[in-house]
């Protein structure tokens, strides 16, 4: 008999575009809930035109790595949902799903007629997740906004940067799949509120707030001692030494980290320099912190003759918190995350077959051996399908619906 995968029995509509939004349904999608993807011919999701791959543009919007990564597992339909039949069909969706997802700002799902008030009314038990930049309330709330505003409104620049410089974005984004894991949470929540209530309910899921959650210490130091936290860089509140230290080789770098004079003594008979064990300027982990200039520098004299991956093993098998820093290439390529069956091969159409991280990774979960099922889809690729097949529509009311522009699988005017 074959494992069920958990959300078999769900289905999702899926009215989000870029990053947050797709990631939250995504880990419905790869644990086997039907998710259905809807975008239009008139305004396909924003992340079909980033970053994408080669130089050919015929179907350009099919060729981003970053819109196929979070859309795994989904089926595709447009719909122009300015159009009444468009969102008469979004409305019979509804009524058979059991979750709507959107990350639009509140205004427009409300101008669509398809807020939750619309939805419940339509199926008591929907459960509507939302996750605006910045919620669905505030003098805000109608205000855009990505991962690099995001993280700023946040604050987390303001920790991140170097002590001697301004404030550091992060640059990796991170703010949406913080929101998109933060959305899975509070959907699986409802989820279970339902189960004792037979009632759905509304999420109004503020992706600033939820990276802001991030910030717990800080927060609750300036609210009870009025201190506002320094940047430290890659440095740590109290441990020494601390941070990333330069390799052999362009651009190669070693995590670090020691905590306890047990670790920094193996640390000085890793490096062979016993002797520093006895320089009173390292002696303890308080000295040490006020000297992490001259222990750096010592410290990096040292990692400038080793390869990050031999010095992160010699290091590891001595009891000492390191790692090598990866570039793309070498995490495709890392043995342990091999092992670890961290991706696997997925062959789309037009975009031909890359890795792609499996689903549930990093977690593991017993009795189900999680596996891609659907590259992301093309755009429209599931019209008839879920027209036809799903909501039960004839073939030539969606031969009308393609004349009309209401759906289609060519953004329009291309």
Same mark, same amino acid.
């Given at each position: 008999?074959?494992?069920?995968?958990?959300?078999?029995?769900?289905?999702?509509?899926?009215?989000?575009?870029?990053? =947050?939004?797709? $990631?939250?349904?995504?880990?419905? /999608?790869?644990? !086997?809930?039907?998710?259905?993807?809807?975008?239009?011919?008139?305004?396909?999701?924003?992340?079909?035109?980033?970053?994408?791959?080669?130089?050919?543009?015929?179907?350009?919007?099919? @060729?981003?790595?970053?819109?196929?990564?979070?859309?795994?597992?989904? #089926?595709?339909?447009?719909?122009?949902?300015?159009?009444?039949?468009?969102?008469?069909?979004?409305?019979?969706?509804?009524?058979?799903?059991?979750?709507? =997802?959107?990350?639009?700002?509140?205004?427009?799902?409300?101008? $669509?007629?398809?807020?939750?008030?619309?939805?419940?009314?339509?199926?008591?038990?929907?459960?509507?997740?939302?996750?605006?930049?910045?919620?669905? %309330? !505030?003098?805000?709330?109608?205000?855009?906004?990505?991962?690099?505003?995001?993280?700023?409104?946040?604050?987390?620049?303001?920790?991140?940067?170097?002590?001697?410089? #301004?404030?550091?974005?992060?640059?990796?984004?991170?703010?949406?799949?913080?929101?998109?894991?933060?959305?899975? /949470? =509070?959907? +699986?929540?409802?989820?279970?509120?339902?189960?004792? %209530?037979?009632?759905?309910?509304?999420?109004?899921?503020?992706?600033?707030?939820?990276?802001?959650?991030?910030?717990?210490?800080?927060?609750?130091?300036?609210?009870?001692?009025?201190?506002?936290?320094? @940047?430290?860089?890659?440095?740590?509140?109290? /441990?020494?030494?601390?941070?990333?230290?330069?390799?052999?080789?362009?651009?190669?770098?070693? &995590?670090? &980290?020691?905590?306890?004079? &047990?670790?920094?003594?193996? +640390?000085?008979?890793?490096?062979?320099?016993?002797?520093?064990?006895?320089?009173? @300027? $390292? =002696?303890?982990?308080?000295?040490?912190? @006020?000297?992490?200039?001259?222990?750096?520098?010592?410290?990096?004299?040292?990692?400038?003759?080793?390869?990050?991956?031999?010095?992160?093993?010699?290091?590891?098998?001595? !009891?000492?918190?390191?790692?090598?820093?990866?570039?793309?290439?070498?995490?495709?390529?890392?043995?342990? #995350?091999?092992?670890?069956?961290?991706?696997?091969?997925?062959?789309?159409?037009?975009?031909?077959?890359?890795?792609?991280?499996?689903?549930?990774?990093?977690?593991?979960?017993? !009795?189900?051996? /999680?596996?891609?099922?659907?590259?992301?889809?093309?755009?429209?690729?599931?019209?008839?399908?879920?027209?036809?097949?799903?909501?039960?529509?004839?073939?030539?009311?969606?031969?009308? #619906?393609?004349?009309?522009?209401?759906?289609?699988?060519?953004?329009?005017?291309?």
């Amino acid at each position: 008999m074959k494992p069920t995968l958990p959300f078999a029995n769900l289905r999702i509509v899926d009215a989000t575009n870029s990053w =947050a939004g797709p $990631f939250t349904t995504q880990i419905f /999608a790869n644990l !086997g809930a039907e998710v259905i993807k809807v975008e239009s011919i008139q305004y396909m999701d924003t992340w079909r035109a980033s970053g994408n791959l080669g130089d050919n543009q015929d179907a350009y919007w099919e @060729r981003s790595p970053l819109w196929n990564s979070v859309n795994t597992d989904k #089926l595709g339909i447009t719909l122009d949902l300015n159009d009444p039949r468009a969102k008469d069909i979004f409305l019979k969706l509804v009524k058979i799903s059991d979750i709507v =997802a959107e990350n639009f700002t509140p205004r427009v799902m409300k101008n $669509f007629g398809l807020d939750y008030p619309a939805l419940q009314a339509i199926n008591p038990g929907i459960i509507m997740i939302s996750l605006p930049a910045h919620g669905a %309330t !505030g003098p805000w709330k109608d205000t855009g906004g990505f991962a690099a505003s995001i993280e700023q409104t946040a604050g987390i620049p303001m920790l991140t940067g170097y002590p001697d410089g #301004l404030p550091k974005m992060s640059s990796a984004g991170f703010t949406d799949p913080i929101a998109g894991i933060n959305g899975a /949470a =509070a959907v +699986l929540t409802a989820l279970l509120s339902r189960q004792k %209530t037979g009632k759905g309910q509304y999420i109004d899921l503020s992706q600033v707030e939820a990276t802001t959650s991030l910030l717990g210490d800080a927060i609750v130091d300036y609210s009870m001692n009025g201190q506002i936290p320094p @940047r430290r860089g890659n440095r740590h509140p109290f /441990a020494a030494p601390h941070g990333y230290y330069p390799c052999k080789g362009e651009d190669k770098w070693l &995590a670090l &980290a020691i905590y306890t004079d &047990a670790e920094w003594q193996k +640390l000085c008979r890793v490096m062979r320099q016993p002797e520093l064990t006895r320089d009173p @300027r $390292f =002696a303890t982990a308080d000295d040490r912190y @006020r000297h992490q200039d001259e222990l750096d520098a010592i410290i990096e004299q040292w990692t400038r003759q080793q390869e990050h991956y031999t010095a992160m093993h010699r290091l590891q098998k001595a !009891g000492i918190t390191a790692a090598p820093v990866l570039n793309p290439q070498e995490l495709l390529a890392d043995p342990h #995350l091999a092992a670890r069956g961290t991706y696997s091969k997925v062959d789309r159409k037009i975009m031909g077959e890359h890795p792609y991280p499996v689903p549930t990774a990093p977690l593991k979960l017993s !009795g189900i051996k /999680a596996k891609i099922k659907l590259p992301a889809p093309l755009l429209g690729e599931h019209n008839e399908y879920v027209l036809g097949d799903i909501l039960g529509l004839s073939p030539d009311e969606i031969q009308q #619906l393609a004349k009309d522009n209401v759906i289609g699988k060519r953004p329009l005017g291309m």
